[in-house]
């Protein structure tokens, strides 16, 4: 069996390891010139590390990110909401990453290019259509300028080309743009002397406005950490379509930006100083788009944000589409026709990513937050006479379990001590 695997990103390289590991081959085609390393901070929660650790990544991995202890959420006066023990401190047997997004993506990239070899990963190549038969998939690739460069025969084709999908979009031609909810995304990282333990991550505000602050990697000293940061803001009504695509990832201006940050109040980070000492910053519309009812037609599926775009909460973008990977994979490897693994692979996955869209919208995890600022948009001398114990477990662990990463037993021990 051979795969024709469409995007190079987390998704799409994950995919051709675990393809690789059951001895199903591929070719993966990236429309960028190179495979560079994009983005700033993300997190990778344990289920996810954990199918990268069967890969035999998690080495690679500890070297180059921050091992994750606890999260903090807060209210936008700097209030501790709820404190929650992350990866190996909530009891997993593996760690949350928190990471670069280039560097997550460069070590799976590198262990592809070492384990199948550079040939199979071919750059500057855009889908521009493919066609299916009783025998297989056709798929018709092209450069910038729009020549043809390439015809290629597989068993299935696998879209893993984003929220932009040129796969989902031959699939379901009339879906239109992404989902704009109004949110704007502004990202940096700069090193930043430690907060905390030097493991810990911060969520301060609600769904409507927030900051996000949380170390990726080593510094220039033992004192210091690569350190992300993050600001949501609501600047539209969400009726609006969003900023066309062109102006996703562009500079962020600070005098744009610097108000919303005065909104703020985070306890043991200077956040205004942090992003004040940031050089360059970007910033994105939070969009997702609606979950789609079937994603297999034939031989042909999609797979990551190409199949279930979400916001940006709960830490779970890149974390689902490692999972989609495996899933995939070990559907090609136990069933007798591809289009019978593409099915099941569907029905396994498509549920569970459709809520978390949903739960992602609501808020997620986070949504912890928002509940307690809304009964309490002052502050709070005791968050207990505003939102009880057992109501504030029950969103956060409500999510973890949706999004299949609860923490086990002593985990749950632990936050209530």
């Known amino acids: 069996m051979k795969a024709i695997i469409v995007g190079g990103g987390i998704g799409g390289l994950t995919t051709a390891l675990m393809l690789r590991a059951r001895g199903i081959g591929c070719e993966l085609f990236e429309q960028s010139d190179t495979i560079r390393e994009l983005g700033v901070g993300i997190n990778t929660l344990p289920h996810a590390i954990r199918e990268l650790a069967g890969l035999g990544l998690l080495q690679k991995l500890d070297d180059v990110a921050i091992r994750t202890d606890v999260l903090y959420y807060l209210n936008r006066h700097g209030q501790e909401v709820w404190r929650d023990p992350r990866g190996i401190d909530a009891g997993h047997d593996v760690p949350q990453f928190s990471i670069h997004r280039g560097r997550l993506q460069s070590v799976i990239h590198r262990a592809v290019e070492q384990r199948l070899g550079k040939d199979v990963i071919h750059t500057g190549c855009r889908l521009g259509a493919f066609t299916q038969d009783e025998g297989g998939v056709t798929a018709y690739f092209f450069d910038r300028a729009g020549s043809h460069t390439r015809t290629v025969r597989g068993d299935i084709l696998i879209g893993a080309d984003g929220i932009h999908s040129r796969v989902r979009e031959t699939l379901f031609p009339a879906e239109g743009p992404p989902c704009w909810n109004g949110l704007m995304l502004w990202r940096g990282a700069r090193d930043w002397p430690v907060f905390l333990t030097g493991r810990s991550m911060i969520v301060a505000g609600g769904l409507h406005a927030k900051v996000v602050v949380y170390p990726i990697a080593e510094g220039s000293s033992p004192a210091n950490r690569l350190t992300n940061w993050a600001v949501l803001v609501k600047v539209g009504d969400g009726n609006a379509p969003p900023p066309r695509r062109e102006d996703w990832s562009r500079p962020g201006k600070r005098e744009e930006l610097m108000p919303h940050v005065a909104r703020f109040k985070v306890p043991h980070v200077d956040v205004p100083a ?28 999609l797979l990551g944000d190409a199949a279930h775009p979400m916001y940006p909460v709960g830490s779970n973008g890149a974390s689902q589409a490692i ?16 289009r019978q693994a593409l099915m ?9 990513t459709s809520d978390i869209v949903h739960s992602n919208r609501r808020g997620g995890p986070e949504g912890v937050i928002d509940a307690v600022e809304q009964l309490a948009p002052d502050g709070f001398d005791n968050v207990e006479n505003v939102l009880s114990y057992s109501q504030r477990e029950a969103i956060v662990r409500g999510y973890a379990s949706k999004a299949g990463f609860a923490a086990p037993a002593l985990g749950l021990a632990a936050v209530r001590a």
């Open 344 to 352: 099941a692979y569907e029905q396994k996955r498509l549920p569970m």
């Open 323 to 338: 999972l989609d990977a495996r899933c995939l994979a070990d559907a090609l490897a136990r069933s007798e026709h591809p």
């Open 274 to 301: 942090l992003i004040s000492a940031t050089p360059e910053f970007y910033e994105y519309p939070t969009c997702d788009r609606d979950p789609l009812p079937w994603w297999s037609c034939g031989r042909v599926t």
